[in-house]
């Protein structure tokens, strides 16, 4: 599979700026697993005050940035069901295990990677984790719920 740019990441994803966290992605097995992109950069928003004078990528967006890459091969199946439905709602409902290792700074590449534990209709389980330089710098098992919207 060759890479996947921003606008297929923006059909599979409703997140938009200043919430979409990924980049772009480099590898994946659809209902499987994705390696990802996040570039941090010194204009993100949330570096105006986490820490001023010392910018450091907040730990819940690093996990954000992970459940939003899952959400992406757990839907890329060619069934036509994408995260950004409609119809449904895909959130973010569980975290177990996370650590962090080092900060993630501006100027560093984030690799997101994902593998599927389980991936049902209704809750989905992942271990992620995040690689800055061929170091982890996060890592995680998330769950995440399909819901549909209640209108």
Request: hydrophobic residues 45%; proline residues 7%; charged residues 25%.
């Amino acid at each position: 599979m060759e890479a996947l740019d921003i606008k297929y990441i923006l059909d599979q994803l409703p997140h938009r700026y200043p919430m979409l966290l990924v980049d772009r992605v480099l590898e994946m097995v659809p209902g499987k697993s994705i390696k990802a992109i996040k570039n941090v950069t010194f204009n993100e928003p949330f570096f105006m005050g986490h820490f001023p004078g010392n910018p450091v990528m907040p730990g819940v967006l690093i996990l954000e940035a992970l459940a939003q890459a899952a959400a992406i091969f757990s839907f890329a199946d060619g069934a036509g069901l994408k995260a950004k439905d409609e119809k449904i709602l895909y959130y973010f409902v569980g975290i177990d295990q996370a650590r962090f290792r080092r900060p993630v700074v501006p100027g560093d590449q984030l690799i997101l990677e994902a593998v599927a534990d389980r991936i049902g209709r209704s809750m989905c389980k992942y271990s992620v984790r995040g690689m800055v330089d061929g170091q982890e710098v996060a890592s995680a098992k998330i769950m995440c719920a399909i819901r549909p919207v209640e209108k």
